[in-house]
Nanobody
Framework: QVQLVESGGALVQPGGSLRLSCAAS????????MNWYRQAPGKERELVAS????????NYADAVKGRFTISRDNAKRTVYLQMNSLKPEDTAVYYC?????????WGQGTQVTVSS
């Protein structure tokens, strides 16, 4: 029943912007700590950003700090990742993750490619 669906990934030029969305269903969204992860080709999955149930961002990766912003809208059951000043090294599959105590769920991912 738990479902996370990412959207918004695209091919963009360096310096461009994207906003990723993660639509949640099947659980009490407002209780969950939400995260964005990414996995680049040939690399392990890494945490990009986190946001508490109360809407406080935390745990931005050093590589994205100052460029990415995580936010959530509990009424819309959606978490967002605003990505600005994109760099080629941001190219990855971006995954939405939801966590509440022992409950952990993952989305299927959305591809972000930054290239000229």
């Amino acid at each position: 029943q738990v479902q996370l669906v990412e959207s918004g990934g695209a091919l963009v030029q360096p310096g461009g912007s994207l906003r990723l969305s993660c639509a949640a269903s099947g659980f009490t969204f407002s209780n969950y700590f939400m995260n964005w992860y990414r996995q680049a080709p040939g690399k392990e999955r890494e945490l990009v950003a986190s946001i508490t149930a109360a809407g406080d961002p935390t745990n931005y990766a050093d590589a994205v700090k100052g460029r990415f912003t995580i936010s959530r809208d509990n009424a819309k059951r959606t978490v967002y990742l605003q990505m600005n000043s994109l760099k080629p090294e941001d190219t990855a599959v971006y995954y939405c993750n939801a966590r509440w105590y022992l409950s952990v769920s993952w989305g299927q991912g959305t591809q972000v490619t930054v290239s000229s």
